[in-house]
């Protein structure tokens, strides 16, 4: 059978275009999830820089100014750098403890930006128990740092791993019942309807105003989850070298120092969710999506407020323990495990025993 020249050109037209589709398909599938993967990254970037730059300014040092205008570009020749480093394995660690720790901490904290509304409806993962989903995962990452003290064969570095696992404990349950207090208060556990329980009375409806026992415990916990100075003794130079990274080098240490700054990042936007008001803008009865007529450009241009709103109010906040770490000196493990058990965890259960208490006589 002889077949045409036009029937040969149309078939082949024909499958240059469903393999033209097949590619679309792919990169259209991998839009979502490499878009949030490069606005963490430019998030942990920026705020690498701004603790530079503040830090320089307590300091009255003149701060990173080479990389980059204004040394912006400084944090990413951090990072090329430990890329080619080569990478040391103890001689007798444990070689899989070692290798699979610091790959832990990171995704563990990665996956808790699911729950994270950045605008109205823009969540890649709107649950009704997103405020306890990301309790749930963020616990696991002690257990990396864990894994990689003990890996190391090194005592400095399993001491680490040791308090890094403590503190959390320690320090998680406040935290958990602070999270409580504001579930109980909105009558939901996800994070998209804390939001918009907020959004009713405006700046006074924010659950700052509502809940200020729970903040303040809130942000001393969430500043002794992310090992953030006065709640560094994990990795403390003065004692334990590096603690749980002393043997790590090249991108397995990046990995450390990438952790640190997504978990500082995470508990930020969860402080902006629970109790700033999330993306609502704060004026009372009006709400982001009610200022513009829903239509396609309006929506657009909606969700575009909203995340603009959301790293604001993240951005401020982190001015919070930006200027902390430089401004207090370290605690010791002693006066860190007491703070936790013997005033934080009281002070959380009879906060959540209030809340309670108002939430069931308004009924």
Known sequence: MIIETTEVQAINSFSRLESLKEIYGIIWMLVPILTPVLGITIGVLVIVWLEREISAGIQQRIGPEYAGP???????????????????????????????????????????????????????????????????????????LLM????????????????????????????????????????????????????????????????????????????????????????????????????????????FYVASYLNLLVSSLFVTVLYLGGWNLSIPHISVPGLFEIKKAGRVFVTLIGIFITLAKTYLFLFIPITTRWTLPRLRMDQLLNLGWKFLLPISLGNLLLTTSSQLLSL
């Open 148 to 255: 990689s003290g003990y890996g190391s064969n090194n005592k400095y570095s399993f001491l680490g791993g040791l308090r890094a696992a403590a503190q959390s404990i320690s320090y998680e349950i406040p935290l958990t019942l602070c999270v409580l207090s504001i579930s109980l208060l909105s009558n939901s556990s996800g994070t998209v309807d804390i939001v918009e329980a907020q959004s009713k009375h405006g700046f006074w409806g924010w659950n700052l105003w509502r809940q200020p026992i729970g903040f303040l415990v809130f942000l001393i916990s969430s500043l002794a989850e992310c090992e953030r100075l006065p709640f560094d003794l994990p990795e403390a130079e003065e004692e334990l070298v590096a603690g749980y990274q002393t043997e790590y080098s090249g991108i397995k240490f990046g990995f």
């Open 70 to 144: 204004l040394g912006i570009l400084q944090a990413l020749a951090d990072g090329t750098k430990l890329l080619f480093k080569e990478n040391l394995l103890p001689s007798r660690g444990d070689s899989r403890f070692f290798s699979i720790g610091p790959p832990i901490a990171v995704i563990s904290i990665l996956l808790s930006y699911l729950v994270i509304p950045f605008g109205y409806h823009l969540v890649l993962a709107d649950l009704s128990i997103g405020v306890f989903l990301w309790i749930a995962i963020s616990s696991i990452a002690p257990a990396g």
